[in-house]
């Protein structure tokens, strides 16, 4: 889950019910999470809405990475080896699906380890207030984007 802090949060509103799902399933399914935030005083904490659900994960089973930039897919592969979470099938939501989240995916889906990067598009949120040449164009915006990279775009979380 990618920047859902509250120096974002109302980029992400439209989509919290989903974010809301994609965590209860991940779960359920006995998933592992990260929870990354861009360090920034500016931006804040994960959102409260958010981290109620991310508690109820096993301490074992979840842990935070603090980026600096729009990318954080370096600093969850550090914390996956650190944490031995598995890094074969990767899932990413959060915001925003033109900047953060695609730059993730994208360094993710580079790595050796992962076999397959997926967005999970349902869950994933853009500020459309920043001019987004690619916000909502499925057909020729940052979807093509996605998939010129090998990223996965799914609509739901399996």
Avoid at 97 to 123: I, P
Wanted: glycine letters at 8%; charged letters at 25%; aromatic letters at 8%.
């Amino acid at each position: 889950m990618i920047d859902v802090q509250y120096g974002f949060w109302d980029n992400a509103r439209r989509v919290q019910g989903e974010l809301a799902r994609a965590l209860i399933l991940a779960l359920k399914n006995g998933d592992c999470l990260l929870v990354v935030e861009l360090s920034s005083d500016h931006f804040g904490k994960t959102v409260l809405q958010m981290m109620e659900i991310v508690d109820e994960f096993p301490k074992d089973r979840v842990g935070f990475v603090h980026k600096s930039g729009d990318s954080g897919g370096s600093e969850i592969m550090k914390k996956c080896e650190i944490r031995g979470f598995p890094t074969e099938h990767l899932q990413v939501c959060g915001v925003n699906r033109c900047y953060c989240v695609f730059k993730t995916a994208v360094q993710l889906n580079d790595h050796a380890s992962v076999s397959k990067v997926e967005v999970l598009d349902s869950a994933v949120s853009c500020n459309w207030l920043c001019n987004c040449r690619y916000h909502d164009n499925r057909e020729h915006g940052i979807y093509e984007h996605y998939r010129a990279h090998g990223v996965l775009v799914n609509g739901t979380p399996l």
